[in-house]
């Protein structure tokens, strides 16, 4: 059953991105993946997700018949508030994101290559969807962590030397953090800081066409 | 000063073809549902419509599409109708793809009467493409120009006869820019109320950027993704 | 009893710059004598005046007791509020006003030019007070009509063939209302359209450096 | 997190000498009162101040002025301040003037993350010397960039622990957009209150922009020009 190792797998990388959240944090989860980090805030954290349609203090799903048309994130999902929630404007939110009051943005990637280049909006001779607010948010956002399947559904790396793709930013990506391994793009290139357990650090290399530099204190991921 | 039209199409007439007419809303939300189907009923041709989404088939501004009444389209996602594809491919519909922030900004510039502004959104992507690039205390940063409409349909929960509105949660998003960025703005509400019973402290779009306000006949507010977590046993 | 005869000029110039009103204009008036012309405004028409502190719908002055300290128009002077008065920041207040929103800018002078370049915000060799929103307003005003008195106390043309004074705008001025005359600015020139009761064109040329035009349907000032 | 801080001495404390300090207020209406008056305590000097005003002689910026604190600041209108034309003649305090929008979007720049814009105020005057000067559309604007500050001293009305305000009427003015321009933004209430007592839809300021919070301790909210109107006899 593929699709169960595929939510295991998702749910991992969800997990150890949560452990990345600070106490006070102001965090834009992306939609899909990201937007399952919110379920695993660590104890005694408080964090406050923005979501770029314009509103600070993101709830849970609302209970049956309670959802609300006017209150949506940014997927489109009919979320609800929480006490000191605020609204605001398209024009508001993203001067929020562009001006650097969001300390993190997680989102997920196509590609992401050596220099921290992400590609993660369009791929040519598909009908092209939009980038939204993608490419406002890794310019600008203080950190950006990027969290997705270590390859793609046919195993093809997805870390790469140069990204193939048309880009969404260039330089922007801080983190990656997939099933497989942790890694800090730092400017000498692509750092493995962390490993799955019971993989080595050439299991992750044989999966990522960048080449990795070790950390001197490599750790396994502990979630 | 009275800016009260009786109906959603006393509101839109006039728009000629060719016309650039911006819409509020992200995704459903907030989107001007009567003045879309008002305009759709007048049959004007050839608009070069601004929104940040383009509705979904069958609703919202996804009507307009199926009414073959686009020429041209600037937003930053529309990966929810399908017929667009087909319409892209045909070259019936140009459109433009632009970074989410960059279009607010953009639209908020023009009512602002900023004709141009730096923004780091975009740069090294196509979005830079053609465009300047200039570095700002070591940093590099696109220049974008104000984009402005000729007409903007907008949608608030509550408007006065002067033209104050105030929106409802997430539903508030593109509406209020896009207001000050048309030579006609046309809002529809959902309560027409007398001046005076809106706070002003709380006003969020002032008369002034509003040239036509309509009572919308009844609101589907549709759903896009209706999204539930279980309520716990006690 | 000079301040006497002064009152007087300044009310006509206020009763004749209130005609310029139309019926939905949204109106910024600069402080001093432009503020008064804010109890002239012509029956039947409905104007709404936008305070550049960031208020539209600015209401007459409190009564004795019900004065607020977080209510004044941009010459903090306590005002009122009206029904459907809306309060915004000054960011919102000069994005309207530099969007072209307001309809009509009235304002003093200390010099106009024949091209309608405005001189009102420094004398040099005095302590220099600032712009305030002078620049912004002359700037994007849809309309800028002047009101001030046609010569200094001395006696001396204020409107010139160039202004001598640092200047607030350049090319800005439509209309020119002062005790003497109604003056609109044209690519051609100053065209003087109306005179005073009382007073030929000469009488105002002689009072003027610039060369005026005379209107082909001259009129005399009715207030 | 909890942004409270239980006086507005504690809240201003670790302001350095140099500081760009921006504060709020238009004349004296909006000011901060408490942190300007524990600004002065502290003995903090050659700042770098950015407000619309000065104050006024013995009441407002005008007691910061007379403290010797301020090496250099830029507004758009110090007509208030008589001891001002001293220290300028004196050369003890620099003064920038710059027209009161390009101001205000300067600061609102500064916090959304624009470097710089184009506008059409002080073209051909002073101000315009030695910035570039370009033209679209056939009309000339002058390129300004951001600005920012270190520090933002602001006055809301009502504030919640998360740093929500509120402003009440013409107290607004340059208050929101300098909580977004500084990198540590300090705000004084009159009404501290728990979250959720704020409708996120009047919200102003989210509280993403303030760091830290304080209710003060007693305001005198002084009127600067009390203009008063006669009652009609009945």
Redesign the interface.
């Known amino acids: 059953m593929p699709s169960e190792i595929d939510a295991k797998k998702r749910e991992r990388i969800v997990r150890r991105a949560a452990l990345e959240l600070r106490d006070g944090f102001y965090v834009n989860l992306g939609i899909g993946m990201p937007t399952l980090v919110a379920n695993h805030v660590p104890p005694g954290i408080e964090v406050i997700l923005q979501s770029e349609n314009g509103m600070l203090g993101v709830g849970p799903y609302p209970f049956p018949g309670e959802e609300n048309p006017d209150l949506i994130n940014a997927g489109k999902e009919t979320v609800t508030e929480l006490p000191g929630s605020a609204y605001f404007s398209s024009a508001e939110s993203f001067a929020m994101i562009r001006g650097g009051h969001i300390n993190l943005s997680i989102l997920g990637a196509m590609e992401v290559d050596e220099e921290g280049t992400l590609a993660n909006w369009m791929v040519p001779g598909k009908v092209i969807k939009g980038m939204g607010g993608a490419m406002d948010l890794v310019a600008s956002a203080r950190r950006v962590i990027v969290t997705m399947e270590h390859t793609t559904r046919t195993g093809a790396p997805k870390i790469l030397h140069r990204c193939t793709l048309p880009i969404t930013g260039l330089r922007v990506v801080d983190t990656i953090i997939t099933e497989m391994a942790v890694i800090t793009v730092t400017p000498a290139g692509l750092r493995l800081d962390e490993v799955a357990p019971g993989l080595t650090p050439d299991d992750v290399q044989q999966a990522t066409e960048a080449r990795l530099l070790i950390s001197d204190n490599l750790q396994t991921i502990t979630i | 000063?009275n800016k009260v039209y009786a109906s959603a199409a006393e509101a839109v007439a006039g728009i000629p073809d060719g016309a650039t007419v911006m819409v509020g809303g992200?995704?459903?939300?907030?989107i001007p549902e009567n003045l879309i189907d008002a305009l759709i009923a007048t049959g004007v041709k050839n608009l070069r419509t601004i929104s940040?989404n383009l509705g979904i088939d069958g609703f919202g501004m996804g009507k307009m599409l199926e009414a073959g009444m686009i020429a041209a389209h600037t937003?930053?996602?529309?990966?929810e109708n399908r017929l667009?594809?087909s319409m892209?491919?045909a070259r019936t519909l140009e459109?433009t793809?632009?970074?989410?922030?960059?279009?607010?900004?953009r639209?908020?510039?023009?009512?602002?009467?900023?004709?141009?502004?730096?923004?780091?959104?975009?740069?090294?992507?196509?979005?830079a493409e053609g465009k300047e690039v200039r570095e700002?205390?070591g940093?590099s940063?696109v220049l974008e120009?104000a984009l402005p409409a000729d007409y903007a349909l907008i949608k608030a929960?509550r408007g006065?006869?002067?033209g104050?509105l105030?929106?409802?949660?997430?539903?508030?998003?593109?509406?209020?820019?896009m207001a000050?960025a048309a030579k006609v703005t046309i809002a529809e509400v959902e309560e027409l109320v007398?001046?005076?019973k809106i706070d002003?402290?709380?006003?969020?779009t002032?008369?002034?950027?509003v040239q036509r306000i309509v009572q919308g006949a009844k609101y589907e507010?549709?759903?896009?993704?209706?999204?539930?977590?279980?309520?716990q046993s006690a």
């Open positions: 000063m992200f995704g459903l939300c907030g940040n937003g930053s996602y529309v990966g667009l594809e892209v491919i459109v793809l632009i970074p989410q922030g960059t279009l607010a900004e639209i908020r510039a023009a009512g602002a009467g900023i004709p141009a502004f730096f923004t780091p959104a975009g740069v090294g992507t196509v979005v700002f205390d940093r940063y120009r929960w006065d006869r002067l104050n105030v929106y409802r949660k997430t539903a508030r998003n593109f509406n209020p820019m000050a007398e001046p005076g002003p402290d709380h006003v969020i002032p008369g002034i950027y507010r549709r759903i896009e993704r209706r999204t539930l977590r279980e309520r």
